[in-house]
């Protein structure tokens, strides 16, 4: 099963989101989300400044299986991108909770996070997922 830090909170969809203080959080997709897309070799993020809701598409990922969009798990502005993933895109793939975050937004509600998974909700998510897979 995959890794998934107790201190993060998810979307079904699979991006995670860990607070850096003061309304200031990182946002990633989970280690089983980059593990179901394969070898990532190219990331579109979003551009600083940008105002954004939760749920709209905020990045691209394409893989060898596909091209995903990533939506953004809460409201706010968008205060710093990853410039890493430019030159090294694997990042994702290789620490997707660490080098290979995308993003970090400066959330304009802090009661949106009640809206995302604990990490055993979205652990549960995974198994109820897989479960109907074999059906």
């Known amino acids: 099963m995959s890794n998934i ?62 091209v995903s969009e990533l939506f953004v798990p809460l409201s706010g502005e968008i205060i710093a991108v990853n410039d890493d993933l430019d030159a090294s895109p694997a990042l994702v793939n290789s620490d997707a909770y660490g080098d290979g975050w995308l993003f970090q937004i400066s959330i304009k509600d802090k009661q949106e996070l009640d809206d995302l998974l604990s990490s055993d909700a979205y652990q549960e998510h995974l198994q109820d997922d897989e479960y109907e897979e074999e059906d």
């Open 5 to 66: 830090p107790s201190e993060l909170k998810f979307m079904t969809s699979h991006e995670w989101v860990r607070p850096e203080g003061d309304a200031v959080y990182t946002v990633g997709i989970s280690d089983h989300g980059q593990a179901m897309l394969g070898d990532i070799f190219y990331v579109d993020l979003p551009d600083v400044g940008d105002v954004v809701n939760a749920g709209d598409i905020c990045a691209v990922l394409e893989s060898v299986k596909s």
